[in-house]
């Protein structure tokens, strides 16, 4: 079955870390670009971050630029999402999701983790 | 970055009504538009790519049109199931999403 599937969501308090993982199955990870795209409450979707097939390329949005790293184990199928210094604002539903290239339409999405920044 | 403004934020319809959704870019990004369909607790499924080509397995009920700045995403004969949130993504650069438009029930 193709699908992707998140974990490592939690609550966090202000300034701490936390590590998502996304696994992929069903397809050939190392094929694809993949995406972290999250959604606040009551918000709409916001783009955080991409990295290329081979890992070689990585591209951030500003509001997390320096703080979130994202990288890739393609031998283990997995993209994981290290969140550093929490904000209260970076509480949200975290979405991992594939596309073929960076500069491509996503075509799969995972169910998402929930991440909350509160003390 | 490409600003994509999505219209209406939410309606309401009935089984069987055509349902149309608008989605306004910022600058000319050609063909690059998807659509996707959002329920909580579910992955998000993805319905329509550059505009017009239905995703495969989605239903012929889903429709996308629109080149440029301007774009659409309809559904006809609404279905019990197809009440959710919907979002159009350009990808003509790194992606950025419209706001999003819930279809609910009248």
């Known amino acids: 079955q193709v699908q992707l599937v998140e974990s490592g969501g939690g609550v966090v308090q202000p300034g701490r870390s936390l590590r998502l993982s996304c696994v992929a199955s069903?397809?050939?990870?190392?094929?694809?670009?993949m995406h972290w795209v999250r959604q606040a409450p009551g918000k709409g979707l916001e783009w955080v971050a991409v990295?290329?097939?081979?890992?070689?390329?990585?591209f951030y949005a500003d509001s997390v630029k320096g703080r979130f790293t994202v990288s890739r184990d393609n031998s283990k199928d997995t993209l994981y999402l290290q969140l550093n210094s929490l904000r209260p604002e970076d509480t949200a539903m975290y979405y991992c999701?594939?596309?073929?290239?960076?500069?491509?339409?996503?075509?799969?999405w995972g169910q998402g983790s929930l991440v909350t920044v509160s003390s | 970055d490409i600003q994509m403004t999505q219209s209406p934020p939410s309606l309401s319809a009935s089984v069987g009504d055509r349902v149309t959704i608008t989605c306004r870019a910022s600058?000319?990004?050609?063909?690059?538009v998807s659509w996707s369909q959002h329920k909580p607790g579910k992955a998000p499924k993805v319905l329509i790519y550059?505009?017009?080509n239905l995703h495969p397995g989605v239903p012929s009920r889903f429709s996308g049109s629109g080149s440029g700045t301007d774009f659409t995403f309809t559904i006809t004969n609404l279905q019990p199931e197809d009440f959710a949130t919907y979002y159009c993504?350009?990808?003509?650069?790194?992606?950025?999403f419209g706001g999003g438009t819930k279809v609910e029930i009248k």
């Open positions: 993504q350009q990808y003509n650069s790194l992606p950025t």
């Open positions: 550059d505009a017009s």
């Open positions: 999701a594939r596309a073929l290239v960076i500069i491509a339409p996503i075509d799969l």
């Open positions: 600058q000319d990004i050609k063909n690059y």
């Open positions: 990295q290329s097939y081979d890992g070689s390329k990585k």
């Open positions: 069903g397809f050939i990870f190392s094929n694809y670009a």
